[in-house]
């Protein structure tokens, strides 16, 4: 099985900007020609798009605009981990032999479909995301005696965080209070408990071995790959207060990298409301069951970057398809040295966590110098 | 790399029934399991959703629906060419060893979004389908000095051939005049010259060569691939009477499976419309240019069922997502001689042509026993 490994990327400033979706996916795929110009147009064997977006056709549209003529072309949608899904695509079409090099694009409007839950009727009248999250908010806090105050540090850490991150939607800090004092959405959630849905777009581009050494002196390896479905409904998930797929998935991927929790100098984490990131890092063997605030709150108190860098859903924005793609851009440029501000002391090894529908799909990703 | 056989399927009448898009998709996939009962659920690594309809998360839905547990879940689009972009995306799960075993299903409605082309300006106001195979169509003929009496046979030999296959739209023949006086929609194109969209559903499972034997005795192998996008926009073609996407994805999937034209006993042929299919002969190399109809018209007089023996899209029915997998498993009921009143005599090897968007987008896949 070919190595495969990521050579470059794209990004740009996540915002509530009403941009036509062709616009937006074009944003980044440039961004990515610009800082990678020893790159051949001619040498992408294959362009996929992540988007939930209901326009059609979106790989060749943007192949043309941007001047590829790929042997493999289309869009991928699985709600809100799209990305990681085209990521794990690009590399089986690299594992496989069918691409040297697959260009991987996710963009979404802040309008996006996929926010609203159709198709799941056990919801009833529920149907936003909120409902399903509020459900987890009161199981987890209920089950390990957690107070609004306390769960509040999640949104006020990322917020933090997400100051250092250019491309951020967020630009301000809070501090508990100000969480406590935001819009009460349901009993158990407030405003600025939720990450907000935004346009944005993010590319990233793998290649195989053979290829990436010719392209870059900094490939970051995908060394670890976990996914797991585990059901379309939100009743059906077997706890509210766990999250079975992040479980799985995350397994998978750390047996496949050979890896431990202990080794994970960095992770993303899907925050898509406050709740999901002390829940993933229970899921995923971070810490015991229970005790995600208190991990939260010595990463938060040493001032320590190690979970969401970039601000994670909450700071960043949530552009749907395009989540997973800039979460694997920041685990490869902390890899890389080279987030900056946000940057991690000494990262060998990265982890990056996304998650659809109240975790009833995750993937996990391992990344490595 | 990992072999990759076909090891079942299941197919559902192809109609113009409103329903909805899960209960179609539903449909094919508990007939493939109601085929193959020795196909264990827990088996399944990925499921793959093959479709252009706008509702998301169709992948866990169907698994959820029908009793998998994936690691692998997410939809594909490609608006025409959906299908056969699905299967080789399965196939490079199985050959990169990420998957052992992929369940890839097709749905569309009949009302499915993709039939309107919105994202081509260069269209103007005519973003149907038939606005592109007209200017095809008068281009072709003008070249080739072939009358619209002449092209008629490719409906004629389509219906007909249809006549023998269950599950298709059409049932009904029609003779040379029928078409000619069926409603003429533009200056080149009549009723009969155009495929239907419909309601309909394919589904089809993938597996490696150690994981099909254990299944069945008659794998049907996927020997060759080959895909190309030379644009998004029509008016990008470098032909409008040949069609480049389709020959270089040919060329690529013949050289992969070390086979010539003259090798291939069976093929399906995208005709959408029906000047494609004499274009899509010649830009595989089946015939000369210009021949086509010539080609076509020994078919027809001979009454073999070597192009389209299930009656192409002209007598099936396209439903958009469904239909590069329905081609597929046309193609594996020949190689298992399993293919009824529609068997071509001693088929060794197979070929489908499935494409988008006038031939702007191509995949060309080599089947053996």
Redesign the interface.
């Known amino acids: 099985?070919n190595k495969v490994g990521i050579i470059g990327y794209g990004i740009t400033p996540f915002t509530r900007e009403d941009q036509k979706i062709?616009s937006v996916l074009l944003k980044s795929a440039k961004t990515l020609f610009q800082n990678n110009q020893n790159i051949k147009r001619n040498d992408i064997d294959a362009?996929l798009v992540s988007t939930?977006n209901?326009?059609?056709?979106l790989?060749?549209?943007l192949?043309?605009m941007i001047g590829i003529?790929?042997?493999?072309?289309?869009?991928?949608?699985?709600?809100c981990n799209?990305g990681t899904?085209s990521i794990?695509?690009a590399?089986?079409?690299?594992?496989?032999?069918?691409a040297d090099m697959v260009l991987v694009t996710g963009a979404e409007r802040y309008d996006s479909?996929?926010q609203i839950?159709?198709?799941d009727n056990s919801r009833g009248e529920f149907k936003h995301p909120i409902f399903w999250a509020s459900i987890f908010a009161k199981s987890y806090k209920r089950e390990y005696s957690i107070s609004d105050e306390q769960l509040a540090l999640v949104s006020v850490k990322n917020h933090k965080q997400a100051k250092k991150n250019p491309n951020a939607l967020s630009d301000k800090t809070y501090s508990i209070q100000d969480v406590i004092n935001s819009k009460k959405l349901t009993d158990d959630l407030r405003l600025l408990d939720c990450s907000r849905p935004c346009t944005g777009s993010a590319s990233i581009i793998l290649a195989s071995a053979e290829m990436a050494k010719k392209i870059t002196d900094l490939p970051i390896w995908i060394t670890g790959?976990?996914?797991?479905?585990?059901?379309?409904?939100f009743t059906?998930n077997t706890s509210f207060r766990f999250m079975e797929s992040t479980r799985l998935?995350g397994q998978?991927a750390l047996k496949m990298a050979n890896k431990h929790t202990e080794d994970i100098d960095v992770a993303e984490i899907h925050d898509a409301f406050s709740v999901c990131e002390p829940m993933a890092l229970e899921s995923l063997g971070f810490t015991n069951n229970g005790n995600g605030m208190n991990m939260i709150k010595e990463i938060h108190d040493t001032d320590n970057f190690k979970i969401n860098p970039r601000g994670g859903l909450i700071g960043s924005g949530h552009p749907l398809g395009a989540t997973g793609i800039s979460q694997t851009i920041e685990i490869t440029q902390q890899l890389q040295s080279k987030a900056d501000k946000r940057q991690v002391d000494d990262v060998q090894v990265g982890l990056v966590h996304n998650m659809?529908?109240a975790a009833?799909?995750s993937t996990v990703l391992v990344l490595e110098k």
Do not use: R
């Not at 590399?91 to 069918?98: P, R």
């Open positions: 099985m062709e362009v939930n209901n326009s059609k056709y790989s060749p549209i192949s043309e003529q790929p042997k493999i072309a289309h869009s991928i949608e699985s709600l799209s899904n794990v695509s590399y089986s079409y690299i594992a496989s032999g069918l479909p996929g839950l159709q198709w790959i976990g996914q797991k479905t585990t059901s379309a409904s059906k998935a998978t659809s529908a009833t799909s």
